[in-house]
């Protein structure tokens, strides 16, 4: 087999890539525009919540920034040799530090409401629940953007055969491969052996619910302005009984409230994109089952076994067989090809004896 047929190339981007990070960029020019706005008007409104809003809007700006930027350095590295995986992990990278600021920020929030039970401000109300209802509306906008509703990034695509190549006790089949990085236009793939779409996901339960293969960096932007979000609606409310009960301590009671949620919805975000980064099998662990379930027979045995995320929607595999009738590699990338997300094959067979 010519020796061209043998090359790949380890792009494992997610499929909605380039449009995600427009997404991303549109976003971080509204929230920039907004925080600026609240800042200012709840500083001469004097509302804690408005306040809170507005800066811990900055921060968003600035951690949406990070995903912004990973988008753009894994797609323009996509192809260097140095990642030897690829660059699809960089948005759990980006995802990772993004969770990392949004527990900044509930702390942030938390302490800043404490202190306003201390020295409670007099509040100008129609003025701070008008601009808390346009920050609620650009947030809104935000997540719309930046919601993933695109279910490319569950896509699977078995490897693709190559033929294998004999080493000295075992042989390997070559890798598979799923999909290359979007052109300008869209996406393409090659010489699929398989392909086949996960199903739509109905279980999630709440923003911070990560669907199997989702792009967290996408999901990291998209919890930041549903943060915004959250304490724009606390803001409001607040704002609203205050105006009507004079309630001044409801305003930095509901900024406590938000703390608390997004400091939850930080914690979901920095154990999925954790548990990716360290190769934990946890976000695996169906596909390992599967993998087992297609190879084991009573004369063959899976001796050794690495499943591994390497991008949104894409997984590797090392899998190393033991049997009493020994086939080429390629027999066992076959039993494999329609996997869901299984984009990166290596196969080890060891004959033993009867």
Known sequence: M?????VHEHVFLGAGHRRNERRVWLV???????????IVAGNLYGSMALVADGWHMSTHAGAMLITALAYLYARRQARNPRFT???????????????????????LIGWESLLRFANPVQISFSQAIAVAVAGLAVNLLSAFLLKDDHQHLG?????????????SGHSHAPHAHAARAEPAGGHDHHDHAGHSHEPHSHGDHGPAAAKPGADNNLRAAYLHVMADALTSVLAILALLAGSIYGWLWLDPAMGVVGALVIARWSWSLIRQTGLILIDATDTVSDLQSEIRQRIETPQETITDLHVWQVGPGHNAAI????????????????????????SHLTVEVTPVAA
């Open 2 to 6: 010519p020796t061209e047929n043998l």
């Open 319 to 342: 899998v190393a067989i033991a049997t009493q009738d020994p086939h080429p590699p390629a027999f066992y990338k076959e039993k494999l090809a329609k996997l869901t997300g299984l």
């Open 28 to 38: 971080i020019a509204l929230t920039a525009t907004m925080m600026v706005g609240e």
């Open 155 to 167: 896509h699977s695509h078995g490897g693709h055969s190559h033929g294998g190549h004999a080493h």
């Open 85 to 107: 995986f690829g660059t699809g992990k960089l948005g759990d990278l980006a995802g990772f530090a993004s969770a990392i600021v949004l527990a900044l920020i509930a702390l």
